[in-house]
């Protein structure tokens, strides 16, 4: 019997999977940032090939694999909170077990930037995603991602008044705490905001902090999902 591999972030929540589905299809202006200058002529056709692949039955995995600089480039010249979106979401659909690289991250960590909720936790979600694809060299990606500059944006998640992105943050730091590096970051001096904010979302929901990384298991009050750190 063949065991799936269990992707890098994993997210499992209702509002945030629609979402998800609303922003594929939702109408992007593409040829208006071509005619702009904002992206080039050559971007504009890549990308049309790029979503004519995707929608396509023929459209292998490996073939869509190659527009990933091309995504990341996009995302990297544009600031439209729509287009970010989109882009994002074909990222995350890409990235799979492959180590995004230092231009990816400097694109999602701009993404945090943004005042969206949707599109800085999917850029949360792709920046461990991407850390723990690095598996050949996992151990010195690790220790030079800043992990506390990740956590300093999901503890401002977790003071939402929004269930869902709570829901969500925690199970961001769920997925990057299996990694034993961000474990000691967020013991660190520097996290503990973050460390005391996550505390504070266990006890609300009345769920223990236990063992080491599991799954996202029970609700309670319907606010986040168990994080095992």
Same mark, same amino acid.
């Given at each position: 019997?063949?065991?799936?591999?269990?992707?890098?972030?994993?997210?499992?929540?209702?509002?945030?999977?629609?979402?998800?589905?609303? +922003?594929?299809?939702?109408?992007?202006?593409?040829?208006?940032?071509?005619?702009?200058?904002?992206?080039?002529?050559?971007?504009?056709?890549?990308?049309?090939?790029?979503?004519?692949?995707?929608?396509?039955?023929?459209?292998?995995?490996?073939?869509?694999?190659?527009?990933?600089?091309?995504?990341?480039?996009?995302?990297?010249?544009?600031?439209?909170?729509?287009?970010?979106?989109?882009?994002?979401?074909?990222?995350?659909?890409?990235?799979?077990?492959?180590?995004?690289?230092?231009?990816?991250?400097?694109?999602?960590?701009?993404?945090?930037?943004?005042?969206?909720?949707?599109?800085?936790?999917?850029?949360?979600?792709?920046?461990?995603?991407?850390?723990?694809?690095?598996?050949?060299?996992?151990?010195?990606?690790?220790?030079?991602?800043?992990?506390?500059?990740?956590?300093?944006?999901?503890?401002?998640?977790?003071?939402?008044?929004?269930?869902?992105? +709570?829901?969500?943050?925690?199970? +961001?730091?769920?997925?990057?705490?299996?990694?034993?590096?961000?474990?000691?970051?967020?013991?660190?001096?520097?996290?503990?905001?973050?460390?005391?904010?996550?505390?504070? +979302?266990?006890?609300?929901?009345?769920?223990?902090?236990?063992?080491?990384?599991?799954?996202?298991?029970?609700?309670?009050?319907?606010?986040?999902?168990?994080?095992?750190?």
């Amino acid at each position: 019997m063949t065991v799936p591999d269990v992707p890098g972030a994993m997210v499992n929540n209702q509002f945030f999977e629609e979402f998800t589905d609303k +922003v594929r299809v939702k109408p992007i202006p593409w040829e208006g940032y071509s005619r702009a200058g904002l992206i080039s002529g050559d971007e504009l056709r890549e990308l049309k090939e790029y979503q004519h692949l995707a929608h396509s039955s023929t459209g292998g995995g490996r073939d869509l694999a190659e527009y990933m600089g091309l995504l990341v480039r996009l995302t990297e010249k544009l600031s439209s909170i729509d287009a970010l979106q989109y882009l994002l979401v074909q990222i995350d659909d890409l990235l799979g077990d492959s180590c995004g690289g230092e231009q990816l991250q400097r694109c999602m960590f701009r993404c945090l930037e943004k005042k969206d909720d949707y599109l800085g936790l999917k850029a949360c979600k792709i920046l461990v995603g991407s850390i723990a694809g690095c598996s050949a060299q996992a151990e010195a990606e690790q220790r030079e991602f800043p992990f506390a500059r990740l956590f300093g944006y999901l503890e401002r998640c977790m003071r939402s008044e929004l269930t869902s992105v +709570v829901d969500v943050a925690v199970q +961001v730091m769920q997925s990057a705490l299996r990694s034993r590096h961000a474990r000691m970051v967020l013991f660190g001096e520097d996290c503990a905001p973050c460390l005391t904010q996550l505390v504070g +979302v266990l006890r609300r929901t009345q769920l223990p902090l236990t063992g080491a990384a599991g799954s996202a298991g029970s609700r309670t009050r319907g606010v986040v999902a168990v994080p095992q750190t």
